[in-house]
Nanobody, 115 residues
C-alpha cells in the first residue's frame, strides 16, 4: 500500500513562493507518475500538473510558467515549486502516486495566498 504525505503548505502573500513536498510510505516499485491537484472552496478538484517516470512534465494552463514539478528519485519525493502566487491559487493541494496504473492520493495540504 502506498500512502503519499504532503507537506509545505501555509500562508503566503500574493507574488510569493512556496514549495510543497510529497513523500510516500510503502513500496513504489512500478511507479508511473506523480501528479498534483488542488481544490478551492466551493470548486471541483483541478489538475495542476504531472511528472512522468521518464521526467516529462505537463501543466495546466492556469499554472504554466509559474509552477514547476520535480522529483528526487533517491528520496522518492516529488515537489511542487510555486512562484508568483495569486489569491486564486488558494486551495488544498493533493499529490498522487500512480503505481502499476493505480492512483494513490494524499490527504492534502492547505495553501492560502492572501495579504
Amino acid at each position: 500500500q502506498v500512502q503519499p504525505v504532503e507537506s509545505g503548505g501555509g500562508l503566503v502573500q500574493p507574488g510569493g513562493s512556496l514549495r510543497l513536498s510529497c513523500a510516500a510510505s510503502g513500496s513504489t516499485f512500478g511507479f508511473n507518475a506523480n501528479a498534483w491537484y488542488r481544490q478551492a472552496p466551493g470548486k471541483e478538484r483541478e489538475w495542476v500538473g504531472t511528472i512522468y517516470n521518464v521526467g516529462t512534465t505537463r501543466y495546466a494552463d492556469s499554472v504554466k510558467g509559474r509552477f514547476a514539478i520535480s522529483r528526487d528519485s533517491a528520496k522518492d519525493t516529488v515537489y511542487l515549486q510555486m512562484n508568483g502566487l495569486k489569491p486564486e491559487d488558494t486551495a488544498v493541494y493533493y499529490c498522487t502516486y500512480t503505481v502499476y496504473s493505480r492512483v494513490y492520493w494524499g490527504q492534502g495540504t492547505q495553501v492560502t495566498v492572501s495579504s
